[in-house]
C-alpha cells in the first residue's frame, strides 16, 4: 500500500516555472514505477510522464517535453515534476501515481494502481 500527498501547487505567469512534488508513504517506494497525470477544466485525465523504479528511464508526453522534467530521490520517498516555460494549456489539477509495475512505462490510467489527491496549477496569459 502506498499513500501518496502532492504539493507545490499555485498561480504562475505563463513562461514561468513550478516544482511539483509528492511526498510517499511505506518503504517500498523505490519497486514503483511513478508518474504524473493531469486533468484540466473539462477535460479527461492525461498522462503528463512517467518514471521507473530505478529512475534511469523516464517517458513524456510529447506536449511536455524539452519543458517538463520527472525525477525521484528513492532515499526520500520523493517524486518531483519541475515544470518550465508554462503555458495556460498546462493549467490543470495534477496527479501523482504510482504502479507496481516496477519496470513498465506507460500513459494509460489503468496500469496505476495508487493516486493522490491532485494538487491544483493555475497558468495565466
Known amino acids: 500500500q502506498v499513500q501518496l500527498v502532492e504539493s507545490g501547487g499555485g498561480l504562475v505567469q505563463a513562461g514561468g516555472s513550478l516544482r511539483l512534488s509528492c511526498a510517499a508513504s511505506?518503504?517500498?517506494?523505490?519497486?514503483?514505477?511513478m508518474a504524473w497525470f493531469r486533468q484540466g477544466p473539462g477535460k479527461e485525465r492525461e498522462f503528463v510522464a512517467a518514471?521507473?523504479?530505478?529512475?534511469?528511464?523516464?517517458y513524456y508526453t510529447d506536449s511536455v517535453k524539452g519543458r517538463f522534467t520527472i525525477s525521484r530521490d528513492n532515499a526520500k520517498n520523493t517524486l518531483s515534476l519541475q515544470m518550465n516555460s508554462l503555458k495556460p494549456e498546462d493549467t490543470a489539477v495534477y496527479y501523482c501515481?504510482?504502479?507496481?509495475?516496477?519496470?513498465?512505462?506507460?500513459?494509460?490510467?489503468?496500469?496505476?494502481?495508487?493516486w493522490g489527491q491532485g494538487t491544483q496549477v493555475t497558468v495565466s496569459s
Open positions: 511505506g518503504r517500498t517506494f523505490s519497486s514503483y514505477t
Open positions: 501515481t504510482a504502479s507496481s509495475r516496477s519496470t513498465t512505462l506507460g500513459r494509460g490510467p489503468n496500469l496505476y494502481d495508487y
Open positions: 518514471i521507473i523504479s530505478t529512475g534511469g528511464v523516464t
